[in-house]
């Protein structure tokens, strides 16, 4: 069975940062773009970030220059490294997996999905 599983989530200030980790199990995600979304109350769910399997990363505006995706295939993880949070990145952060490279960023769709984990920003 594929699976996708978050950690990472919490409550922390604004200003302050938090990592999440999302590590895959069943198969090989190594030749898979992976992602991040997220999906606030009341919202639909958007597009955060995504890395392709040769390392290309593409970011929403509203995160630009303070959240970084990395991976590491070795561990079949993907990361997100999110600083100067703010309460309007409140939300459940989700992982994801697809073997086409701008599925994810283009038209926000996934083969794989993780459960989500959630973050909260306190102002």
């Known amino acids: 069975q594929v699976q996708l599983v978050e950690s990472g989530g919490g409550l922390v200030q604004t200003g302050g940062s938090l990592t999440l980790s999302c590590t895959g199990s069943?198969?090989?995600?190594?030749?898979?773009?992976m992602g991040w979304f997220r999906q606030a109350p009341g919202k639909e769910r958007e597009f955060v970030a995504r890395?392709?399997?040769?390392?290309?990363?593409d970011y929403a505006d509203s995160v630009k220059g303070r959240f970084a995706i990395s991976r590491d295939n070795g561990k079949n993880t993907v990361y997100l490294q999110m600083n100067n949070l703010k309460p309007e990145d409140t939300a459940v952060y989700y992982c994801?997996?697809?073997?086409?490279?701008?599925?994810?960023?283009?038209?926000?769709?996934?083969?794989?999905w993780g459960q989500g984990t959630q973050v909260t920003v306190s102002s």
């Open positions: 994801a997996a697809d073997p086409r490279e701008d599925a994810m960023r283009l038209h926000h769709v996934a083969v794989y």
């Open positions: 069943g198969r090989t995600f190594s030749n898979f773009a």
């Open positions: 890395i392709t399997w040769t390392g290309v990363r």
